[in-house]
């Protein structure tokens, strides 16, 4: 019996794979029920030749294809004789898409975007039921868990067979998360680890924040952050088990993270595996970082400075051809680390492909990277040479990636770049016990595509203007070295003192790293300040009138320890400057210290403090008035230019002027998506001593304020706003409770 059955299984296949094989020329093609498609169409998207042979295979093989193009609904197809039959009916044409229930046209806009079906295009049954799939799930991303989708077809006012598309949209209530529970073995408080998480309990001072509504992908950004949470913290084995959601009766949503954290780990044992070819004694200097941590509980972001130590080593060493990686072994007693440091392949750069860029020229980006053509590769330059870039401040994005080259020992480096708006305007304005003041400036951090800096300024108050231009090339001649010049000018009209003032400066300087961190700033200057005077004027403004003209050499050292320049949060930077006079009709030496230190307290608090101190002297002559020292902008809570000595109406600086600042940001204050920073502050501060009189009231009371800063990033730009109140102050001082500025971009 078996032996039948197996006789007329094969003799069925023989019979079937021989129909399948039978091939006949094609003659002629008949094709039917066509009406927008023309014949000459299906016969390209079909692949049909005559005078070709084919069989059954073939023959499915061409309604496979046709089905691809989306045009038909169905498709019969007869082969006999050389003759090939095709019948189709054709999809409707979708004339227009409508979307009800939505009346927001960014939402809008983002659903024509992400459906299948468009318009003019074919309508196809099976995509109207993915693409409301997507709708619900677009809506479920944004909180709206009980969103009710729907669709129908009609037919359109053309006549011509085309029909409109009309989605309609019940998105309902948002839902919001009430609450969030960490269950399992999570051996951290649920409130510390709410902190962590992007996801927000909604309250009913959160009604700014997108974090209070359920999201799939933030909800994975949430679970990455506990397990990288737990890891710094030494739980080496945690597992974020799973993530669940549950909509109650009251449509909110409760959202529990289950998490197993495991043992706790220290760091039992850290060594290095060196390859023989390098000297070991060149790592020697990490040992005590080793000591430092081990005992420590276990972190990657530890073990991530350490590695950094190394590419430091490396690269103060010159040592090419250099690879290193670490292995990690737990065991009861804690965990061993290994760093292994070896020769890799020996690897050229053949070629750097820079795309993207339609401004800026290739040589202000060549001239940042640290490795060019035919340099060794080397992966520690080729992320500095990147992070470079992105300092630069031109680009929104800066990627790479490292290609084969024409070898296997040759790679190509090719670097593709987003630029970004470089113009910025800001405006700003304040307002005091005096009345108020205007600032306006306008910057082009790129101008020509060559990485130059050009900025102008303009202050304009009830009894000054100033303004100036400056010119700067970061990298004059791709030596890394800033050339700087610029124009300034201030004017000064006092009718109630009975005077004016006019000054004009013009200075041109470079800037230069000397040593690691070390930067020297020598500069030139020319000014030329006119003082008028009338009889309202007090007798030691009268002496000091007419026409005076002085070349300033002027330099500053300044190291800089910062971990980055903008918002740091570690380091420190000390700046000393100092002002000769080589040709003056009233010569006078300045001096000033600056001394800045930040410190990151925990995550939650960055502390900052700023002391500043200058002095200026007369070289046997009294200092002019327009030399004089003021503390502009260090002592919040005060009017610019109207604290310290005051000659009869007027505020005349100081020979000698200190400040102190105590700043505490709070990144975290605030939900991320306020976009809002917060710092609170004390500033302390004087401004004394004037050599020309003994009569000028001259107040040493230590001024002083404190207050809260705001910088909250708009749609038009970074708007930041300052409250200060005054602690103390002489009875002399004009203070200043508020102040804002605005900024955009171009």
Known sequence: MNKKLLKFCLLFSLIFNMNNLYADILKRVDISGNKRISEETIKVYGDIEINKDYNNNDVNEIIKKLYQTDFFTNITTDFSNGVLKINVIENPIIYSIYIEGEQTSKFKDQIF??????????????????????????????????????????????????????????????????????????????????????????????FLTRNIYLN???????????????????????????????????NDIELTFSINAGKRYRFKKISTDIDPVFDKSVFEKLKPSFTEIVGEYYSPFKIKTILENIDQI?????????????????????????????????????????????????????????????????????EKSISNLKAKNIFNRVNYKIIDGSSPDLKVFEISVEERPTGEI????GYGTEGGVFAFSVKENNYLGKGYNVSATADISEDALRGGIRITNPDYNFTGNKVFGGFSSRK???????????????????????????????????????LNVNNKASSSLKKQAGNYSDLTFKYGILNDKRNRRFMPTDGHVFKFSQGLPLIADAPNVFNSITYNKYHAFNDNVIGALKFYSAAVNGAGEDVRLSKRLHLNRKLRGFESGKVGP????????????????LEAALPNLLPESTETDISVFMDLGNLWHVDYSSTVEDSNKIRSSVGLATNLYTPVGPLS??????????????????????????
């Open 113 to 206: 975007k992400i459906i299948s079906l468009k318009e003019k295009g074919s309508y196809i049954e099976n995509y109207v039921k993915s693409d409301l799939e997507i709708i619900k799930n677009f809506y479920k991303s944004l909180g709206y868990y009980s969103v009710k989708a729907s669709a129908q077809k009609q037919a359109s006012n053309i006549g011509d067979g085309t029909l409109n598309l009309i989605f309609s949209i019940d998105k309902g209530e948002r839902s919001q998360i009430r609450k969030i529970y960490f269950i399992g073995d999570k051996k951290i408080k649920s409130k510390r680890l709410r902190d962590v998480i992007v996801s927000e309990e909604a309250k009913f001072w959160k």
């Open 216 to 250: 799939a992908e933030r909800i994975e950004l949430d679970k990455r952050l506990i397990k990288n949470y737990y890891l710094g913290r030494g739980y080496y084995d945690v597992q974020v088990l799973s993530s669940s959601a549950k909509v109650n009766d009251f």
């Open 314 to 382: 490396i690269d103060d060493n010159q040592m090419q051809f250099v690879q290193h990686s670490v292995s990690e072994t737990s065991s009861e007693d804690g965990i061993d680390i290994v760093f292994k440091i070896s020769e890799g392949k020996k690897l050229q750069i053949e070629r750097v492909n820079i795309k993207g860029n339609t401004v800026t020229n290739d040589s202000v980006i060549r001239s940042t990277l640290l490795l060019d053509e035919g340099d060794p590769y080397s992966k520690i330059k080729i």
């Open 426 to 429: 800001s405006a700003g304005a």
């Open 492 to 530: 000064t009209d006092k009718p109630d003192s009975g005077y004016k003032n006019t000054i004009l400066n013009f200075s041109t300087g470079t800037e230069f790293e000397h040593l690691k961190d070390l930067y020297v700033s020598p500069e030139f200057s020319l000014s030329f300040d006119d």
């Open 646 to 661: 005051k000659d009869g109406q007027d505020f005349i600086g100081g020979n000698y002027a200190t400040a102190l600042n």
């Open 721 to 746: 706003f300052v409250f200060a109140q005054d602690l103390s102050k002489a009875n002399t001082d004009q203070t200043q409770t508020f102040r804002f500025q605005i900024g955009t971009s171009f």
